[in-house]
Structure formats: structure tokens, C-alpha cells
């Protein structure tokens, strides 16, 4: 089965370093990854996906994540972070039968400190 | 872009009520919804797809006859959680899809905060 490990349980970073929030996956065939964000009581918001191409992917709020095939990662990165980043972080691949069902990790909690 | 509307977003009430939820899909027509339940500080569990015209698919463990999916129309899909009781208590959200395509993401609902007292 299609699957994605978030490995942190949460990241804490400065304001204005760089934020990384890791994901490893395992697939059949080719993977379908997406990041999601997720902000108190609210649902997910979608913030960018490697399908195929390039790979580095950008995305919404300046986030962009590198596709790595060779270490099965597809890592979240902002090279300068807000304190309004401060989220649930939520990696997912796509259901291999293709009926658009999503398997999402643990996800991270990310703090960012002022 | 694409909305999903949820509806309501919080809901307190006594043990043994009925509480309906409602996923819409605002500016584009959604043949199938996802519904999901998700407990603080973790990540989403699928409970059932909700396919337009046709019978609710659920995973499992999931109990059809407790948590009730209909999706009458392309735009409405929802989930009754009958006789609700204090474990049913959650945070559950309603996602669709735009298209049959694979590659496009899907457009989450706000969620519903359940507190069954």
C-alpha cells in the first residue's frame, strides 16, 4: 500500500531561518505527492504536489519541496520562515488505484519562535 | 478557486442526538467526496468515500449504520452521526476533488468540531 512517514513529531525553528519539514515514502510505480497545511480548527490547504518533472516544486506562501527518488523523500522547505507559518504540516500520496484517495502522515507540528 | 463549504463548524450536544454534517462543493461538481475524522495532534483518518448516486464505500472498521453518508447531488454529500455518543466526539472533514484526475489535489471543508456531553 501507498504510504508516508513524517518522521519529527514537531519542528521549531526561528524566525527568518530556513524550515525544513521531512517525508519519506513508499510507493508502487510512480508517487503522487502533495503538502498540505493545516491551522487551528480549520480544514487543509493545499500547498504544492509533485506529480513529474522537475524536481523541485514550488508552491503557495513561498514553500517549495524537492522530489528525491534515491532517498524516496519528498522534504517541505521555506528558506526563511514567519511566525504565521506556525501549522500543522501534513505530507500524502495518492492511492495507487487511482480513485483520488490520499494516505497522509502523522504530521508535524511546526512552531515557529519570534 | 475551488471551495469546499462545511457546515456547521461546531456542534455541542447531549448524548443520543442525531447530528447531520454537510460537505459542499461551491463552484464545481463533485461526484465523489471524502470524509474524514481526525483527533488532536493527529493526522486524518479516512472514514468513507462518498460517491454521487450511489452507496457510501467505507473503510474499514468504520460503522455504516452509526456514521450515515448520503450524496444526493454533485454538490452535496453528508455524513449523519446517529445516536452520537462521547467517544464520537472529533474534529471530521469533508474533502472533493475537482476532477476524476488523479493528479489535481483536493479542496477540504473547514471541519466540524463534535462534542457529544
Known amino acids: 500500500a501507498q504510504s508516508v512517514a513524517q518522521p519529527e513529531d514537531q519542528v521549531n525553528v526561528a524566525e527568518g531561518n530556513p524550515l525544513t519539514v521531512k517525508c519519506t515514502y513508499s510507493?508502487?510505480?510512480?508517487?503522487?505527492l502533495f503538502w498540505y497545511v493545516q491551522y487551528p480548527n480549520r480544514g487543509l490547504q493545499f500547498l504544492l504536489k509533485y506529480i513529474t518533472g522537475d524536481n523541485l516544486v514550488k508552491g503557495s506562501y513561498g514553500f517549495e519541496a524537492e522530489f528525491n527518488k534515491s532517498q524516496t523523500s519528498f522534504h517541505l522547505k521555506k528558506p526563511s520562515a514567519l511566525v504565521s507559518d506556525s501549522a500543522l504540516y501534513f505530507c500524502?500520496?495518492?492511492?495507487?488505484?487511482?480513485?483520488?484517495?490520499?494516505?497522509f502522515g502523522k504530521g508535524n507540528q511546526v512552531v515557529v519562535i519570534p | 478557486g475551488a471551495v469546499v463549504s462545511q457546515h456547521p463548524s461546531r456542534v455541542i450536544c447531549k448524548s443520543g442526538t442525531s447530528v447531520k454534517i454537510e460537505c459542499r462543493s461551491l463552484?464545481?461538481?463533485?461526484?465523489?467526496m471524502f470524509w474524514y475524522r481526525q483527533f488532536p495532534k493527529q493526522s486524518l483518518m479516512l472514514m468513507a468515500t462518498?460517491?454521487?448516486?450511489?452507496?457510501?464505500?467505507?473503510e474499514q472498521g468504520v460503522e455504516k449504520d452509526k456514521f450515515l453518508i448520503n450524496h444526493a447531488s454533485l454538490t452535496l454529500s453528508t455524513l449523519t452521526v446517529t445516536s452520537a455518543h462521547p467517544e464520537d466526539s472529533s474534529f471530521y472533514i469533508c474533502?472533493?476533488?475537482?476532477?476524476?484526475?488523479?493528479?489535481?489535489?483536493?479542496?477540504f471543508g473547514d471541519g466540524t468540531r463534535l462534542s457529544i456531553l
Open positions: 500524502a500520496v495518492r492511492d495507487i488505484n487511482g480513485n483520488n484517495r490520499l494516505a
Open positions: 463552484d464545481f461538481q463533485a461526484t465523489t
Open positions: 510507493v508502487s510505480g510512480n508517487p503522487y
Open positions: 462518498s460517491n454521487e448516486g450511489s452507496k457510501a464505500t467505507y
Open positions: 474533502s472533493a476533488p475537482t476532477s476524476g484526475n488523479s493528479n489535481q489535489p483536493q479542496h
